[in-house]
């Protein structure tokens, strides 16, 4: 399965739970491809790859093993709490998701 149609399936899986918003339902630019947990991005699809909110101590973490990089906006500056996931990690999207959810909402 192609990385779009991955994120199309997690839209799909995510979106109907409570207080959750699919991409396109927020207006403006960044994030027009974002999952949102109380109006706040927690997961999105960027340049073909999984982008996720996450604990910096779990990006340090993830990005140590291998299995992603800290995301860069094109601003020059990696971003300390959001990881973007290579696309050949054996990481399940929902359950890494679900981890991003509950660091931004607050669960």
Known sequence: MRPEERFEELVGELSGL???????????????????????IFAMYVRGQLVLKLPKSRVDDLVA??????????????????????????LPWRALAEEAMAFVGGA
């Open 65 to 90: 093993a291998g299995e992603g990089a800290r995301f860069d906006a094109n601003k020059g500056t990696p971003m300390k709490e959001w990881l973007a996931l290579h696309p050949d990690s054996a």
């Open 18 to 40: 409570p207080e959750v918003t699919s991409p396109g339902a927020a207006d403006g630019r960044f994030g027009t491809q974002a999952l949102r947990v109380r109006n706040r």
